[in-house]
Structures are given as C-alpha cells and as structure tokens.
C-alpha cells in the first residue's frame, strides 16, 4: 500500500498538531479542506451556513482553509459570488487559520483581479489551476504561471488536476516554477505516486515549497512520502477524520493509519458513489452537509442537487454507517 516509503524527519519537525497552540509558517502543513461553498440559491452565498460549517471545521482540528476550489465550486461561481465568499470567510475565519483562495480562471486579468480581492481580505496565498479552456501549450506552463505569480500580491501556490485542465504541470514545469520564490507550493490531484514522489524530491533544495496532496484516499501515503500535507473535500464532513490519518501518517503509525483508510474509503462508497467524477463527489458531499445540518443542499451550475431519493439514501448511510445526526429532509 505504501511504496515509496521515504520518512523525512526534518520535514515533520515542527509539525503543529489541532490540540497545540501554533502559528502556521510556511509550508503549510497538515489537513487543509477545500471549503464547500454553502449556496442559498445557485449564486448566493449563505452566510448564516458559512459560520457553521467554518466552525464545525475549526472544531475537527483543520490546520487551514482553502476557499474556491474544486470542492467550493470556485470557477463555477460569478465573480461577485466570489468575492462574497471570500469577504464572507475571510471575515468569519479572523486570522484564526490560515487562508488559502482560488483564483482559477480562464482569464488571467480576472485570476489577478482575484488575487488582489483575497490579500485585501487578509488571505495568506492563492491557488490557481490555470487557464482551462484554453489550456497553454508544455512550454508555455512555466512562464504563464511565473507571470501570473509576478503580478500576484500574494504568494502562488499552483494546482495540478488533470480532471478538469488537463496535464499542465508536468515534472519539468514545476522544476521551472521553483525558481520562483512567490511559487511557494503545488496542491497535487494527479494521482500518480510515481510522479508525486518525483516532485516531492524536486522541493529537497527549496524548504519553504509546500508540497500537499489532493485525493483524499492517498492522504496518508503521501504524507509517509514527504508531502506537507492534504486538501481533503471529505473533511468537510468528518474533519476529524482526515485530522487523525494526518496524525497517524506523520508518526508512521501504520496500524492506525489502516484502521482510519477503511473510514475513508467508506465516505467515498456511502457518499460520493451516486454519479461518477466531479459530480458524484460534489453532489454526494453537499447532500451529506445538508444531511446533518450544516448547509442547504444547493449547488452552482451546471450541476444539479440531489434528488429527494438520494438524499434520504445518504441520510441513512450518513446514521448507520458513521453514525451522524442527521436533520430532517
């Protein structure tokens, strides 16, 4: 299950974990939720929704918050829906953990118009995927994203998910960037250990680079290979959860670790598995929010909510399987 094993000791030296006081330092370490983005309709921020769900994530231990990303429907949300959410969060959050933005967009004005929304908020860095519709060629990846980083008031963190952009940061993209020093970080979705093991040994010479890991079920390998850390959708829901197999990961506790991989892996069955991809995962998640209270079950366009039958289905699993209180449908 673990190939590759390679414990670094320095890089989990001052790891800061939920029961210590810290201040988060660059990298950011530990468990980092892509926020979901509670909608009272499908581009209106619900602000009431937004305080609860940051608390119950303060709460669960999180070491950071992403706004905008995959699992906050960032891209598909109007820039003034944006700049609520951010304004909104930013505000709720108070410096109490550090504040990651997405700024991803097809247009490269508006990502730095976004980048200078977050610094005025008081975020700490910016996330950015890249242009996705019109994807720049291999050898324009580096120089568009030093150029996006150049014009940033806040340092860049860059964001690999083939999914939904394609392969732009390939190996030797991200060797460029690390020249960089406002690219402090690559959130990786890939997938591929191999080639997660290769960028992590690409940061050897560059300690301030933050390394973190996107799918949720590889968090605990990736952390044992040496990444930072992990920006799990699920702990949304369970960040208590996500917080755990981080704890256990940096202490190479594998039996814990197996112990915790069987809970993650039942979210993804129980939750996520009524559709395939980025909608499965984005309708099962904000059903399950809305299931145990925490946010109305509305999401941007194009995708749809839950069903009233997929709702209760969820609302059962969410009882029998990890035993939640769930809220009337």
Do not use: W
């Amino acid at each position: 299950m673990f190939h590759n094993f390679r414990p670094r000791k320095l890089r989990f030296a001052a790891i800061p974990l939920p029961n210590d006081e810290f201040v988060m330092s660059i990298p950011y370490k530990g468990i980092i939720p892509p926020l979901a983005s509670p909608l009272s309709d499908v581009d209106t921020v619900d602000v009431e929704s937004l305080e609860r769900l940051i608390q119950h994530l303060i709460d669960g231990g999180v070491h950071g918050i992403f706004l905008l990303g995959t699992s906050g429907e960032g891209p598909s949300l109007s820039p003034d829906c944006r700049r609520t959410m951010v304004r909104e969060a930013t505000r709720i959050i108070d410096g109490r953990l550090p504040v990651l933005v997405g700024i991803s967009d097809t247009s490269k004005t508006e990502s730095i118009k976004m980048s200078q929304v977050a610094a005025d908020c008081g975020a700490d860095a910016v996330v950015s995927a890249g242009p996705f519709y019109m994807p720049p060629a291999a050898d324009q990846v580096a120089p568009y994203f030093a150029s996006l980083a150049d014009a940033s008031p806040l340092p860049v963190i860059v964001y690999n998910i083939p999914i939904c952009t394609g392969e732009l940061f390939t190996v030797d993209a991200v060797r460029r960037l690390l020249d960089h020093q406002n690219v402090i970080g690559i959130k990786d979705s890939a997938g591929n250990m191999s080639r997660f093991n290769r960028l992590i040994e690409l940061t050897y010479d560059r300690p301030d680079f933050t390394v973190l890991m996107g799918p949720e079920d590889l968090t605990a390998q990736a952390v044992m290979m040496g990444a930072h850390g992990a920006v799990c959708g699920g702990a949304n829901l369970l960040p208590e959860l996500f917080v755990a197999v981080y704890e256990a990961a940096v202490c190479a506790d594998l039996a814990e670790v197996q112990r915790l991989q069987v809970k993650v892996h039942a979210l993804a069955e129980q939750v996520y598995s009524f559709d395939s991809g980025v909608s499965g995962f984005l309708r099962g998640l904000k059903c399950a929010l809305s299931c145990i209270g925490l946010c109305q079950n509305v999401l941007s366009a194009p995708y749809e909510p839950s069903s009233d039958e997929m709702y209760l289905e969820i609302q059962r699993r969410l009882q029998e399987v990890f035993a939640l209180e769930t809220v009337p449908a």
